[in-house]
């Protein structure tokens, strides 16, 4: 039950001539008497909410940043007419700051018999399941008075999934990936590529790549073309631990790492290779393996939607013995982790050896813009130590990169904006040098 401004507004004129009046209890209850009657009326006369029936349909995914529209269907089998006002409740996360008000509330008049169709456009902030909450009614009587409220409850779920920004990056590391294949006018030989074709030779050529065979048979020079290897195996392992938690900009890296993740399995399926996701820390988060090329990023979206950071030290023995084995034959193994000195000396470079010595390893990180910004200060004294504490910091990173590729690894370390195209790049310069 619900008392409403009407009633109010009413009990606060009826007050006015009593108080100038006739002061007393009898002329309060002279007033308030019938308003109470006629709310009570009202209220009788109100559609009850039990008696509803409220079904969903609508939107079950959306990318983070986009908007979602879940129906809720409202039926009426009563016999009297439902005046109401209907909230939809989500949880926070599921709108923009300041517009969930104006988001979640309805106002719907529904025939005895008849049913209406309400929307609900949701906004999320964040990725993960948003779970629809209770539904709040309020269903009025004619007079406006006073109401009956109940709630219902109407599962729906609503999976965010990863915005995949840096697919506007596609398209350029695609075109570079059909020079790799030969089929532009760039045609590249690197050591372990794979024969493809033959065509006449042209001034320029590399006299190495002659076919000497062909040239006699057809009596002119032919030479053999190359593309890289096909049907290789790449394994993206995503760090979940206490490291992926740390903001910059305004996501954690873990979702920056993902972007980079989700544009690394489009470029590499579209080259022919076979592309797995394993999410670790101390244990496993997610896993998706022997997919087909066209279910893998729609997995790998799936899967990381859920994902968030860890606030544990990644186990990086069992991450390591994880890979191995997910991956039993020479593979390109991507860590998506961080650079941070401690975590790497004391958890990943005792069990390293043991992943160089089977596969290719490339180690990519979010480095912080501001670091960067930090090395630049100057002018007051707290600003020469921030530049100090930004140059040290970038000085520990580098020196353990330096250890890393020593050990054989190929190391990636760029912002959030340039991390995925970066790792695109490196993975188009192995294919090229045939270290896949």
Same mark, same amino acid.
């Given at each position: ?180 294949? +030969? $089929? %532009? !006018?760039?045609?590249?030989? /690197?050591?372990?590529?794979?024969? *493809? &074709?033959?065509? =006449? ?39 979940? +631990? $206490? %490291? !992926?938690?740390?903001?910059? /900009?305004?996501?954690?890296?873990? *979702? &920056?790492?993902? =972007? ?177």
């Amino acid at each position: 039950m619900a008392l409403t401004g009407r009633a109010a507004l009413l009990a606060a004129l009826g007050s006015i001539p009593v108080g100038i009046l006739e002061p007393s209890w009898t002329g309060m209850l002279a007033v308030n008497g019938p308003l109470a009657l006629a709310c009570a009326i009202d209220y009788a006369l109100a559609t009850p909410v039990r008696g509803l029936r409220l079904t969903r349909s609508g939107d079950t995914a959306v990318r983070l940043g986009d908007t979602a529209d879940v129906h809720l269907t409202i039926t009426n089998a009563g016999g009297r007419p439902l005046r109401a006002k209907v909230r939809d409740a989500w949880p926070p996360s599921s709108w923009q700051p300041g517009t969930e008000t104006a988001a979640s509330r309805h106002s719907v008049t529904v025939p005895a018999g008849e049913r209406r169709r309400v929307t609900t456009r949701l906004r999320p902030t964040r990725r993960g399941d948003r779970r629809a909450a209770k539904v709040t009614v309020r269903s009025y009587g004619p007079l406006g008075l006073l109401a009956r409220q109940g709630h219902h409850t109407v599962p729906w779920t609503v999976r965010v999934l990863p915005p995949f920004t840096s697919r506007k990056h596609l398209p350029s590391r695609l075109a570079r990936l059909r020079e790799l294949d +030969g $089929r %532009t !006018s760039v045609l590249t030989r /690197g050591e372990g590529t794979e024969f *493809d &074709s033959l065509r =006449d030779y042209v001034p320029g050529d590399d006299t190495r790549s002659i076919d000497w065979r062909a040239t006699a048979r057809q009596q002119k020079v032919a030479i053999r073309t190359w593309r890289p290897e096909r049907d290789r195996h790449i394994l993206i392992c995503l760090d979940t +631990g $206490r %490291t !992926s938690a740390g903001r910059v /900009g305004d996501a954690p890296r873990l *979702d &920056s790492a993902m =972007d980079a993740a989700l544009l690394l399995a489009a470029l590499a399926t579209r080259a022919g290779d076979r592309v797995d996701l394993l999410a670790h820390d101390r244990r496993t988060r997610a896993q998706v393996q022997g997919r087909a090329a066209a279910d893998v990023l729609p997995s790998f979206v799936n899967a990381m939607a859920t994902l968030e950071p860890e606030l544990v030290e990644t186990d990086s023995r069992a991450m390591v013995s994880t890979i191995l084995r997910s991956a039993p034959r020479r593979s390109l193994v991507v860590l998506l982790t961080s650079l941070d000195t401690a975590p790497v000396e004391e958890g990943l470079l005792p069990v390293l050896p043991q992943l160089t010595a089977r596969h290719t390893v490339v180690l990519a990180s979010v480095a912080d813009p501001h670091v960067a910004e930090m090395t630049r200060s100057r002018g007051t004294i707290d600003a020469v130590y921030e530049a100090a504490a930004g140059t040290q910091s970038q000085t520990q990173r580098r020196r353990t990169a330096d250890h890393l590729t020593r050990l054989g690894v190929t190391v990636v370390d760029a912002t959030p904006d340039t991390l995925a195209p970066a790792l695109a790049d490196t993975y188009l310069a192995l294919k090229a040098a045939g270290r896949l």
